[in-house]
């Protein structure tokens, strides 16, 4: 079965642009979470969708949302790019409510 | 409010040394309590998950973590350290029966030298 994948792997922008990024979750999941990698700030959760319903919400602003497609994948789109949101993006998959996570390898995103 | 501690944000063992990763967490509902492990340019592998059955839980690679909860504690150990498992370590948790959130300690450096 594949695992968690996540494209790009890599990517480079400026600030004030705008970046998506994508998230195939394993086959039959049906929750996909976001969480943000930074050495400053750790691990930190973005959102969670479920069914195509943003179902939990983490502390960031408004410039960071997501969406769930009816085939479970899921993206994650930042606007108007800041320094601050260098950082490696993390998409996990799960069955459901409480299952296990599944984490995909990430996307780095730089913003020079 | 949620909330994990891990103390120590390195440590350093001998190859077949005992590795001892601390973590406390603090919940006001019983908690679902994992250890994840990532190694460089990677994602997040489960090593293990605590979620209210026996609480000395035993996961992948040797890896083992037992439950106190009069210490609020989940202490991940491995009696014999091998080169491959250094990287990092961290400890995460999410409200029982809840939603998929997780809230991770800040992580801890395993370095293992011959």
């Known amino acids: 079965k594949a695992g968690v994948t996540q494209t790009p792997r890599y990517l480079i922008k400026t600030r004030g642009q705008q970046v998506t990024l994508s998230c195939s979750p394993i086959s039959g999941h049906r929750s996909v979470s976001w969480y943000q990698q930074t050495p400053g700030q750790g691990l930190q959760f973005l959102f969670e969708y479920f069914s195509e319903t943003q179902r939990n919400k983490g502390n960031f602003p408004g410039r960071f949302s997501g969406r769930q497609f009816s085939n479970s994948r899921s993206e994650m789109n930042v606007s108007t790019l800041e320094l601050g949101d260098s950082a490696l993006y993390l998409c996990?998959?799960?069955?459901?409510?409480?299952?296990?996570?599944?984490f995909g390898p990430g996307t780095r995103l730089t913003v020079l | 409010a949620q909330s994990v501690t891990q103390l120590g944000s390195h440590v350093s063992v001998s190859e077949g040394a005992l590795v001892l990763l601390r973590c406390n967490y603090s919940s006001s509902v019983p908690p679902y309590l994992f250890w994840y492990v990532q190694y460089p340019n990677q994602g997040l592998q489960l090593l293990l998950k605590?979620?209210?059955?026996?609480?000395l839980v035993k996961g992948i690679n040797g890896f083992e973590a037992e439950f106190k909860k009069s210490e609020t504690s989940f202490h991940l150990t491995k009696p014999s350290a091998h080169m491959s498992d250094a990287a990092e370590y961290f400890c995460?948790?999410?409200?029982?029966?809840?939603?998929?959130?997780?809230?991770f300690g800040a992580g801890t450096r395993l370095a293992v030298h011959p």
């Open positions: 996990a998959s799960s069955l459901g409510r409480g299952d296990e996570q599944f």
């Open positions: 605590y979620t209210s059955a026996a609480t």
């Open positions: 995460a948790v999410s409200l029982s029966g809840g939603y998929n959130k997780l809230i």
